[in-house]
């Protein structure tokens, strides 16, 4: 059976640091990963996936994520934080023919 | 290109009540899936439409239907309220039924149940 876990429910990060949101999966098979955020009162919003090839990933506002195999992670990641990234991150994974298992979310907060 | 449009924005309903909820998918597009978010459980996957046909269906009780009609538009109906039901309802649409395909998402319908 598929499913993913973001296991931090909020993370707390300084303007100009690095951040990291947290994503673990269980797929049978080959997965596909994606990254969306959702702002206040929004629908959510594509940042990012991967299906293939290289396991770095890169994305929209700076965002990019690793795919590991080995650790069935697909952490996200962004070199310097902006206040504006203060949102709710998804991860989700989808097997082929299968639908969409999404996180529970995780908060960001980008301290100024 | 407009985006995933979600009518209507806004609704209040009672217990026992019924509702539908419309979504409008991306020009172009032929998949539209449904999601029940709430505090906690995050997003739960309701049901999965192509070509007026549903792919995939999540664990929700049969009072939870859909539909697809044959210009992609999408319709999800609730029958016999609970108080349960109050979350937000997103729709997300994608260019085909590839599992690769990425979806995108309306701004979604908040329906509370009184």
């Known amino acids: 059976a598929q499913s993913v876990a973001q296991p931090e429910d909020q993370v707390n990060v300084a303007e100009g640091n690095p951040l990291t949101v947290k994503c673990t999966y269980s797929?049978?098979?080959?997965?596909?990963l994606f990254w969306y955020v959702q702002y206040p009162n929004r629908g959510l919003q594509f940042l990012l996936k991967?299906?293939?090839?290289?396991?770095l990933v890169k994305g929209s506002y700076g965002f990019e994520a690793e795919f590991n195999k080995s650790q069935t992670s697909f952490h996200l990641k962004k070199p310097s934080a902006l206040v504006s990234d203060s949102a709710l991150y998804f991860c989700?994974?989808?097997?082929?023919?299968?639908?969409?298992?999404f996180g529970t979310g995780t908060s960001l907060t980008v301290i100024p | 290109k407009a985006g995933v449009t979600q009518t209507p924005r806004y609704l209040i309903k009672t217990r026992g009540q019924q509702v539908t909820l419309s979504c409008s998918p991306i020009?172009?597009?032929?998949?539209v899936s449904w999601y029940q978010q709430t505090p906690g459980q995050g997003l739960q996957f309701l049901f999965e439409?192509?070509?007026?046909?549903?792919?995939n269906k999540g664990n929700f009780p049969g009072r939870f239907s859909g539909r697809q009609f044959s210009n992609s538009r999408s319709e999800m109906n609730v029958s016999t309220l609970e108080l349960g039901d109050s979350a937000l309802y997103l729709c997300?649409?994608?260019?085909?039924?590839?599992?690769?395909?990425?979806?995108?998402f309306g701004p979604g319908t908040r329906l509370t149940v009184l």
């Open positions: 989700a994974v989808r097997e082929t023919g299968n639908q969409f298992y």
């Open positions: 439409y192509f070509s007026e046909t549903q792919r």
């Open positions: 020009s172009g597009h032929r998949s």
């Open positions: 997300a649409s994608s260019l085909d039924v590839s599992s690769t395909d990425t979806q995108y």
């Open positions: 797929v049978s098979g080959n997965p596909y």
């Open positions: 991967y299906i293939t090839g290289d396991n």
